[in-house]
Nanobody, 121 residues
């Protein structure tokens, strides 16, 4: 069984910072891409940032220059450093890993349960 557990969400004033973490546990052989998504009330889930196994990163235009994604391959953990937060960043943030449980198995998508980020104006 593989579990992704997110942490670090909360309430912050505009201009503040938060650091999200997503840690995978269980039987894992390797993790390929790691991605952060978010979903605001009444809106579709959107991609925020992604990082490949080689460390290449990509960001949504709305967060470029403010958010930084990183990963620790030893700890099977992904991070999202969020600075200069805006009220429009308010959403539930979800992590997604593309991983395989054994060397011989196929890669599959796994999701975290979500963590709430609320930015007050």
């Amino acid at each position: 069984q593989v579990q992704l557990v997110e942490s670090g969400g909360g309430l912050v004033q505009a201009g503040g910072s938060l650091r999200l973490s997503c840690a995978a546990s269980g039987s894992i052989s390797s993790i390929s891409n790691m991605v952060w998504y978010r979903q605001a009330p009444g809106k579709q889930r959107e991609l925020v940032a992604g990082i490949t196994s080689a460390g290449s990163t990509s960001y949504a235009d709305s967060v470029k220059g403010r958010f930084t994604i990183s990963r620790d391959n030893v700890k099977n953990t992904m991070y999202l450093q969020m600075n200069s937060l805006k009220p429009e960043d308010t959403a539930v943030y979800y992590c997604n890993f593309l991983l395989r449980r054994t060397y011989y198995s196929d890669y599959g998508n796994y999701w975290g349960q979500g963590t709430q980020v609320t930015v007050s104006s």
